[in-house]
């Protein structure tokens, strides 16, 4: 959850309630990034994990950049921002590998690619555990040959963005998270985390029954108190509203509810990150900052009406509490002939 | 599973086995379902449903419908078929709904559509369940207004057409099963049968945990020796191979395994169901017939790599008792701090 929803207080609360709470390293620079760790170090002892964004393998296409980039005019001036340069760049790549391997967390996870093996080799020897984000069974492959310590699996029900290796173009929907566990829980030996529409306990207990050995929540933790969450996005995700998949903000394939930009931009998006989420940066950070809900990425997954308004810690109990009991139920019923209901 | 896959003895097998086996009256006329109906019902005392395609509303767009058509002339060639008429029709609506109410099969189930309030009430009187194919919140909502009996949810992950009441002629990927029933579970009081993805006990686990009553298994009976699957079809299903929705075959959204037609011919077709079915239909003969994999609809879901060559009850009963032992199986790791794997 880089660029606002995550936060070192977030990630406390999560391992307070004996979850693994998660920094983002995406979009910060690397010094900002050692003061989170050391910030979350401060307060809880707790194991916890950091993400990281891996950089895009080649610039974007110059000429779909150009014009896309001119189509943004009119939103610069309608925000009463400027657009941001059109950089390639790493994210501060190195520098936030030397961080980690510093600072030693307990997981590295990897999101738009996997890690060389060297680079696993040097988070083993710092004793921080290297996790891989996939959203297909080639991915997979390639990240257990490099030395993964485990797959997160995302389901095209996530918000946010595609997590896989290469954004393709494509406009498929991706495979949903149900199908992907059950092939990958036959095509690999590594521990699944499962993540998209994990809105619940009921979710969580699902997706343990599918193969996962746990879950990774985004959405449902973006109405904590503890979140950086817009507030502009915050009175939109309990609404029953569609999400898409679109490049329209960040020029990569990334999942939010439909507000007017993604309606207006994202037949015309082409695949330009990270360059395309520069341009629209200080146009999205305006109209954040104006309460303007049509103007910015308002990543959500499928499941985000279920989203509660809760602190961390009370979201992370009662999602692990209800899961049992789930199970409990389902399984009960499942016995004996006098069942009850599998619903929840 | 109509067109082919879906058999007496495939609905005779399901049912013996203690599934609720179902009947795919789409496609065929009247009189011909009448007579399955009554040769399962010879065959079983079993309860078994009938599945019915809704009429479309309005017909294609002429000249969408006629660029389409000239484009598959060549297809036609290469076959050694003639084009079909690019006819709108009901598909014996009526006469379907009079054979279903006089032969009184337990449940029948609706795909395209929801049927009218008084066609319920007209099921009902004859002892007949109405089950509605939806896809979303407002068409499960619609179902409940009709008199719905229950819901068949239907995820992006189900092979075979989207059975949602319209395409709109969108290429989003559509809401996956997890996020659908769990949204569902929360919008409605009506059960809820899981389709899409349910391709061994571990996912039906899910399903059952995720809020589903029961699960609807397509995909995973096509290996069945019960089953119609065509032999070239069956050659591919438990290949790694991946699957997408296309307009290129029907005229209306449907998921099968990526093959030549679907390639040459998805971004051209337009919204066209069931003109476009008709026009393709004697191609699609030919190329089975020719065992040409490339020619026809490869209707499969994503998990269809899972898929057993088996007889349908062994699929069955697998499935049930696999269901059973893994959320055993998890109930214990969740409870217990002697936690064995997940993991199935």
Redesign the interface.
């Known amino acids: 959850m880089a660029g606002g929803p995550s936060t070192p207080a977030l990630a406390i609360a999560v391992c307070e309630a004996g979850g693994l709470g998660f920094l983002a390293a995406g979009y910060k620079r690397a010094d900002a990034v050692a003061g989170e760790i050391r910030t979350v170090r401060a307060a809880t002892p707790a194991p916890f994990g950091v993400n990281v964004f891996v950089p895009a393998a080649a610039p974007a296409d110059p000429d779909s950049l150009r014009t896309y980039v001119e189509r943004l005019a009119p939103e610069a001036e309608r925000q009463g921002a400027e657009l941001g340069s059109a950089r390639f760049d790493d994210d501060h790549w190195e520098a936030k590998l030397d961080v980690i391997c510093d600072e030693r967390p307990a997981v590295a996870s990897f999101t738009f690619g996997c890690p060389d093996g060297s680079i696993v080799e040097r988070l083993h020897a710092a004793g921080v555990a290297a996790w891989v984000t996939v959203t297909n069974?080639e991915e997979a492959a390639a990240a257990a040959d490099a030395g993964a310590d485990a797959l997160v699996v995302q389901?095209?029900?996530a918000g946010g963005h595609r997590g896989g290796f290469i954004d393709d173009g494509s406009?498929?929907?991706?495979?949903?998270?149900?199908?992907?566990?059950?092939?990958l829980?036959?095509a690999t030996r590594l521990?699944?985390l499962a993540s998209?529409?994990?809105?619940?306990g009921?979710?969580l207990?699902?997706?343990?029954?599918?193969?996962?050995?746990a879950a990774q929540v985004g959405t449902a933790l973006m109405l904590a108190p503890e979140a950086g969450t817009p507030e502009a996005q915050r009175a939109l995700l309990t609404e029953?509203r569609p999400t898409?998949?679109t490049r329209a903000f960040t020029g990569r394939a990334a999942r939010g509810i439909v507000n007017r930009f993604m309606e207006e931009h994202s037949g015309a998006a082409p695949v330009g990150y990270p360059e395309i989420h520069h341009v629209t940066s200080p146009l999205r950070a305006a109209a954040r900052r104006a309460g303007d809900a049509g103007g910015f990425n308002l990543w959500a997954?499928?499941?985000h009406?279920?989203v509660q308004e809760r602190p961390a810690a009370e979201i992370v109990r009662e999602m692990?509490a209800e899961?049992?009991a789930?199970?409990?139920r389902?399984?009960a019923?499942?016995?004996g002939p006098d069942t009850s209901?599998?619903?929840?």
Chains 1, 2 share one sequence.
């Open positions: 069974v389901g095209t029900e406009d498929e929907g991706g495979v949903g998270l149900l199908a992907l566990l059950r092939v829980s036959r521990p699944l998209g529409a994990v809105a619940d009921a979710a207990a699902a997706v343990l029954c599918a193969g996962a050995s029953r898409r998949v997954g499928q499941a009406e279920l692990a899961a049992a789930v199970l409990d389902v399984s019923a499942l016995r209901s599998g619903r929840s």
